[in-house]
């Protein structure tokens, strides 16, 4: 039987409940306790990959191309795993799958309903993803009060029910912090337990999210009216890096408290590494500029995997990567800004549609003519090539046909077996693929393996039939997809540091093994 710890948020969303959930997995973990997480999320879409990165941030991509919510980055981030798809549970998956069986006929003669169909079919995501594990977090995204998060508060009630002690809950709340009159008020975070005990839930456990500690006369008035011992109580003030908020909750006794409530075995705590980790992330000696190019740069969140991987390769070099957001609209308007800049490093991000490439491309161009170090990461490779093919092998209006159908020389195009695809849901190139590195090559330097795995996200990609041009001019194809024979990776020689990745670096860096591409981009532009 799974023993479950599932985490409802109060007050707010936006307070980085994620984060505290993927650090409770951590405290565990550090006590040896086998973790998994799961992520639900009450919205309709089945999965994240059709949203707008504005809405809701990066789409996180999983080893089996699940498209999911960007906590199951801090997850795997936090816990050093790899978790599948169906660890993020959504309405539209829940709902799609009940309507399906009861099309079937498998409910022949029953009325369909949401108790006990839907929760039935909840409880049972939970259950199966929970399985081999000695504890599984489940983060039920949103706010306590939400219509869309019922369904999903009545099954883990349920859950509680059947299971008994092996569930825990946790309400994760924020409690803000009045300046005019200097105090914290519980008021909010009150009526979110009240609201909370109305679906039959009673917190075990209470974590305040707050700008600074909150005082000892906060947590006794949340002990009364949220009526849960103070000592279950625990406080994840605002600290300068999320990495430090395992340890912050470990301080306060959150890992004797799991380990007690649902009686595991467990070792003494290591946080050896990670404390290494955040040390060298917190007090670095060098910095670095990195230009961060692209169109969703108003919202950082869009980015957040790629944000992470240059900060766990920053740790590595003792470095601190200073981001430089670059609009792409923004250039296209005035290039010169780029100059302006100071960037030791450019990195052209993901995207998708036309708006901002040419600032991209003409970011791409002044990375190379100025031999500032670059990374492209996926869309920023696909214009990479684009600009290589306009601006050195001399093909006018290269393009790829995703922003230019009718271009006279597409050498990014369709991949082939893209052009059957009929639905724009989960139908791209997803997940973990092989990729071969060719010898003596800076991807060969970098890596030090014949081989890797990368995840991807895609449509696109290099038209082979430019391939012969392209290399004439000193393009080099330093990376090939093992299964397909597509090209991965490309790089330039005569330029300090010019690589480009068809896959997404960024899915797989972890605190302590960041991915090499972006220590190599960190590491050319210190020297
Ligand atoms: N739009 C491009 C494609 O579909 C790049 C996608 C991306 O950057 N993730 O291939």
Redesign the pocket.
Known sequence: MPKLVVVTGGVMSGVGKGVVVASLGRILRARGVTVNAVKIDPYLNVDAGTMNPYAHGEVFVTFDGGETDLDLGHYERFLDVELPRRNNVTSGQVYLSVIEKERRGDFLGQTVQLIPHVTDEIKRRIVEAAGGYDVTLVEIGGTVGDYEQLPFLEATRQLRLELGDDVVFIHVAWVPFLSTTGEFKTKPLQHSVAELRRYGIQPDAVVVRSERPVDAGSVRKIALFAHVPQWAIFNSYNVDTIYKVPLLLEQQGVGDFLVKRLRLVSRAPDYRDWEEFVSRLTAPRHRVAVGMCGKYVELPDAYLSIIEALRHAGAALDAKPELVWINSVEVEKDPDMLRRLGLDAVVV?????KRGTEGMIECIRYARTEKIPFLG??????LAVVEFARNVVGLRGAN?T?LDPETPHPV?H??PEQREVDVLGGS??LGNREVEIVPNTLAASLYGAAATVER??????VNLSYLPQLAEAGLVVSGWRRDTKRVEIIELPNHPYFIAT?F?PEFRSRPTKPRPVFVGLLKAALS
């Open positions: 991000l993901p995207g998708f549609g990461i996926c869309f920023g490779m696909q790829s995703e990014i369709l991949a791209m190139i991807h996200r895609h449509r696109y990609e068809q997404h």
